[in-house]
């Protein structure tokens, strides 16, 4: 992906998808994103969510309701193959594992860590690429639990000065 594919923005979706739209499909997913658009992506949209939750539909594109957007066909031998002198153009990779999606997060980098398809889409990943080396922790936080207010329990009604006292036995 070029600039614009940090993994605050990517990752999520491709979680929600797995997860939802393509039922935990690693296949089905790759063909999806690889096989059906050969050319490759211009730019991952909200048409990735459409069997996610509304919670999630509503809360990943942070207001940014677009459908992803391929590169158009090139002429027949002409296909755009990345290689390691032609990767420096791109800002991120994601390769996908059975297991989750590595992020490889610097032009030259050989390898970098995975993110298991079962992680929570609503994980809040950083955009640093010195943090996303192998061995190190996922660069991510979980975004605090909603909580409902709780009311105080009911406190008994003052007591006024003339009321009177109960009295000791």
């Known amino acids: 992906m070029h600039s614009d594919g940090y993994p605050s923005h990517h990752l999520p979706l491709l979680l929600a998808a797995h997860q939802y739209t393509f039922g935990k499909d690693t296949e089905a997913l790759t063909r999806y994103l690889i096989d059906d658009a050969p050319e490759g992506w211009s730019s991952l949209g909200t048409d990735l969510l459409v069997h996610a939750p509304g919670f999630l539909r509503d809360t990943l594109p942070r207001g ?92 008994p009604p003052p007591v006024s000065a003339s009321a009177p006292r109960p009295r000791a036995h």
């Open 64 to 155: 940014h309701h677009e459908p992803g957007r391929r590169y158009p066909e090139r002429s027949p031998g002409e296909r755009l193959v990345f290689t390691e002198q032609t990767a420096s153009r791109l800002d991120w990779a994601y390769v996908l594992h059975p297991e989750g999606i590595e992020v490889i997060g610097a032009p030259g980098s050989a390898r970098g860590p995975i993110v298991a398809w079962d992680t929570d889409p609503c994980v809040r990943f950083r955009d640093t690429t010195s943090l996303w080396k192998p061995g190190r922790p996922i660069p991510g936080t979980t975004p605090p639990q909603a909580t409902t207010r709780s009311t105080a329990p009911a406190q």
